[in-house]
């Protein structure tokens, strides 16, 4: 199990599998935990959005469809009435140029169309005829010749309006006589309820769509507003003549009741043009949207267009959609990983063969830098050996003197070249390492019977060549200084060495225990060669500072850049 988990066992192709896997199921969670939900709610808001317009073009629809069937009823009754009109004329005419008798005149209504859409009544001042319905003609009073008036007789009807409405016309013929023709309105437009059928189809239609679109009812009611303030029981009721009292339910509408659970009237109306109202419905959520349709506020009737529907079911629709293309988006996930897996092995072979390249031409520029390194050292190395022999043949002690400074000068640079060849990082060489070998080399030069005490403080600093080879310079002159001139007749000799990091800059400090440079000494511009070339090299090549302090014997302090 544990080599399973080590992924350092993996082959590369092994781990850009397990790695795109990784990445499959992350992108999956991700899916899941957050898109998912995110995208669920957000098609939810859709579908209330998505309802709310259906209801808004619904409602204009069913407005259109009464304006429509008014509008039809209105010009057929108009129509009629013109007919009529024109028929109790041609009737007049005849009756005064032949001068009818009163049987005959009723003779003639009886024969004419007049009496296919109307009753009929023939008044003189001894005697009246009624073809039918005597109540109605008694009942009613004349109040204009040759217009059309209207009379109303109550009855509670299924909308609670005045439902039997009548229409009188009465012409007059002469001094004597009078004609009158009244009919229910509704005979006038006999059309009507055909084109009604067909506007009720049309709007069931919709009705219909919308139920597909989202399950649940939608349908049309009247409310009777004598029940618009009842808020302690339901407005639903399964017995027939409650609900004829309290509401009835439009022939536009295919169902037989509606479905407002245990919503009050008053709930209801309250909830018009506005939001979905949540309640119960068989012990289920249910969302309910109500849209005014009513005319005018003062009816006696609220016409209402109204859409119910499980909460559940909307949720459920919502997640099947989802459940839908969850399948094919897993699917299209997997297959982009594949193909990503299989460009990325591709473009892994092109980068490992580059890589291969890069890093044989790069073995060979170290090679070669080695050998560069080498061949320095050598031929430094070679330079000190003929000082060393010039310096065996000559007698002057000043010459030997310049010649010695010479030899540990190149020595420092081919100590360092050295390490660059010796080390397995050519860009950087390790300063302690560096630091506490010069030191102990140029001891054994002067420092026969190791007398003189060093003490080492230096940071594991690593360095270019560029900062080392100054460094190692200054160093060089500092303590070879030190072992000329500071440790005459010095019993306890010792020096101490420190390299520490200081932020940014590196701080080099040389101190010994000898008799020290004359405190006045101006180091920046004085006579001594050696202070002259430490002074040279710390400005003009470390772009350093450096301070003299004699304390007990001479201190100097070396600040540089290490970049």
């Known amino acids: 199990m544990s080599k399973l988990l080590n992924i350092k066992l993996y082959s590369i192709n092994a781990k850009v599998v397990v790695s795109l896997f990784i990445l499959a199921l992350f992108l999956l969670t991700i899916l899941f935990a957050l898109i998912i939900p995110k995208m669920q709610k957000d098609q939810y808001n859709q579908a209330i959005k998505e309802i709310n317009q259906v209801l808004s073009i619904t409602q204009e629809q069913v407005k259109l469809a009464g304006k429509a069937i008014q509008m039809q009823s209105s010009l057929e009754i108009e129509v009629n009435k013109k007919t009529l009109e024109l028929e109790l004329l041609k009737l007049k005419n005849k009756i005064k140029k032949e001068n009818y008798s009163n049987k005959r005149v009723i003779q003639e209504l009886q024969k004419s169309e007049i009496s296919q859409l109307c009753n009929f009544a023939v008044k003189t001042k001894n005697s009246l005829y009624l073809s039918s319905n005597s109540e109605i003609f008694k009942n009613y009073k004349l109040k204009n010749y040759n217009q059309w008036e209207k009379y109303e007789l109550q009855d509670l009807s299924r909308t609670y309006v005045y439902y039997k409405k009548y229409l009188f016309y009465t012409i007059k013929i002469d001094e004597n006589t009078e004609i009158s023709i009244y009919t229910k309105e509704a005979k006038l437009n006999q059309g009507h309820s055909v084109f009604e059928k067909n506007i009720k189809i049309n709007v069931q239609k919709a009705f219909e769509t919308t139920q597909n679109l989202h399950k649940g009812k939608t349908y049309l009611i009247w409310i009777n507003s004598k029940y618009k303030d009842e808020d302690n029981k339901p407005l639903y009721t399964k017995d027939k003549k409650e609900r004829k009292k309290k509401y009835t339910i439009s022939n536009m509408s295919n169902v037989e009741n509606i479905s407002t659970g245990d919503l009050s009237a008053k709930e209801i109306l309250k909830a018009r043009n506005k939001p979905a109202i949540s309640h119960l419905l068989n012990n289920k959520e249910a969302l309910t949207w109500v849209r005014d349709l009513s005319k005018d506020k003062s009816d006696k009737y609220i016409f209402l267009l109204i859409k119910t529907l499980y909460k559940e079911d909307l949720v459920n629709q919502i ?4 459940l839908k293309i969850l399948p094919a988006a897993i ?68 010459t030997k003197k310049i010649l010695k400074d010479i030899q540990e000068r190149v ?36 420092d026969y019977e190791e007398e003189v005490s060093l003490k080492f403080d230096i940071d594991e600093i690593e360095t270019t060549i560029e900062k080392a080879m100054p460094c190692g310079l200054i160093i060089n002159e500092l303590i070879s200084n030190a072992y000329k001139y500071a440790f005459k007749n010095n019993k306890n000799p010792k020096l101490f060495i420190s390299m520490k990091k200081e932020d940014k800059n590196l701080l080099l400090i040389i101190k010994d225990n000898g008799k020290g440079i004359d405190k006045n000494i101006d180091i920046y511009n004085c006579d001594s060669l050696g202070l002259k070339l430490v002074n040279s090299i710390c400005t003009l090549q470390l772009h350093g500072k450096i301070q003299y302090q004699n304390q007990k014997g001479a201190i100097f302090k070396i600040t540089f850049q290490n970049n």
Do not use: C, P, W
Request: aromatic residues 10%; charged residues 25%.
């Open 319 to 322: 997640d099947s959609s989802f």
């Open 331 to 398: 699917i299209a996930l997997i297959f982009a990983l594949i193909i990503g897996f299989y460009l990325f092995k591709r473009l892994f072979k092109n980068i490992n063969s580059l890589t291969k390249e890069l890093k044989t031409s790069l073995e060979e520029k170290e090679t070669l830098l080695k050998e560069i390194h080498h061949r320095v050292k050598n031929n430094l190395a070679l330079t000190i050996g003929l000082v060393k022999l010039q310096q065996a043949k000559i007698e002057d002690e000043n």
């Open 411 to 446: 020595y420092t640079m081919e100590l360092l070249h050295r390490k660059l060849y010796e080390s397995s990082n050519l860009n950087s060489i390790n300063l302690k390492e560096y630091i506490i070998n010069l030191v102990e080399d140029i001891s054994k030069t002067y």
